[in-house]
């Protein structure tokens, strides 16, 4: 399995592993994505646009 590079969208960090949270994964019915979960504030997110946790402390 390739490994994904995961790189925070809002501060450019790249992540080791996903968030903790973002485990939690659902399809998008219209465009097929997957959506990670990214906390409260951001919710789900694609993986390309992924949020690390301490972005998500701040408002999305
Ligand atoms: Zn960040």
Do not use: A, F, H
Request: charged share 30%; glycine share 8%.
């Amino acid at each position: 399995m390739e490994k994904i590079k995961l790189l925070c969208c809002k501060c450019g960090n790249i992540m080791e592993t996903l968030p903790s949270g973002s485990q939690d994964i659902i399809i998008d019915e219209e465009t097929g994505e997957m959506l990670y979960w990214n906390g409260q504030k951001c919710g789900y997110r694609t993986i390309d646009c992924l949020v690390c946790e301490k972005c998500q402390e701040k408002v999305c």
